[in-house]
């Protein structure tokens, strides 16, 4: 049997993963039970997958922080306290993330392997480029996204889906959280 994937994204309403301007973190939206859902979402066992370029942020953003900033709310210590597979061919051991292990090669082949290896789910959060790929390939399960009420037309970043192929999503879970965010994990299947 193997393990579900789930790639799990932050997103505007126009699909961007990022901001820049003078937005906060969340875009200044998340509230309790937002932040509860998420906690409890990564309280499961799972292994993360990240590639490079998201390592290297959250290591950034984490490094940067206070113990009282909301880069360090109790899901992300949770998420980084996971055991974690980082597919890069330009990082290298030790990294800033206790049971972090690099894995060097394509993304899709490390995957393929690690899904049908691996006795938890695997997750990963950002990683737009890699998911992509893994979405092309058929190793995404799951595609969670957390649709927060804002546009971010002038000053969005990371547009999420960009350059990816077409996919049909079917809806398998909703959740609205704070009375304005919504949740949204759908199953993709490529659209022929």
């Given at each position: ?46 292994r993360m997958v990240l590639g490079a370029n998201t390592y290297r942020a959250f290591a950034r953003m984490l490094a940067s922080s206070t113990e009282e900033s909301e880069v360090r709310d109790a899901w992300v210590t949770r998420m980084r306290s996971l055991p974690a597979t980082v597919v890069s061919s330009t990082l ?101």
């Open positions: 049997m193997t393990a579900t994937y789930t790639f799990d994204v932050f997103s505007s309403l126009d699909g961007f993963g990022a901001v820049g301007g003078d937005w906060t973190g969340y875009w200044g939206k998340q509230g309790p039970e937002l932040l509860d859902h998420r906690l409890a979402l990564y309280r499961e066992a799972q290298e051991e030790p990294l800033d993330w206790p049971d972090a292990k690099v894995v060097s090669g394509d993304a899709v082949d490390v995957v393929a392997r690690l899904k049908e290896e691996s006795d938890v789910p695997l997750r990963s959060h950002g990683s737009l480029s890699m998911n992509r790929a893994l979405m092309a390939a058929g190793l995404v399960d799951r595609v969670q996204v957390t649709l927060f009420p804002v546009i971010t037309g002038r000053t969005g970043l990371d547009p999420i889906f960009q350059g990816a192929a077409d996919f049909d999503l079917e809806l398998i879970e909703h959740h609205t959280l704070d009375g304005h965010i919504q949740e949204l994990t759908y199953r993709p299947t490529p659209h022929v």
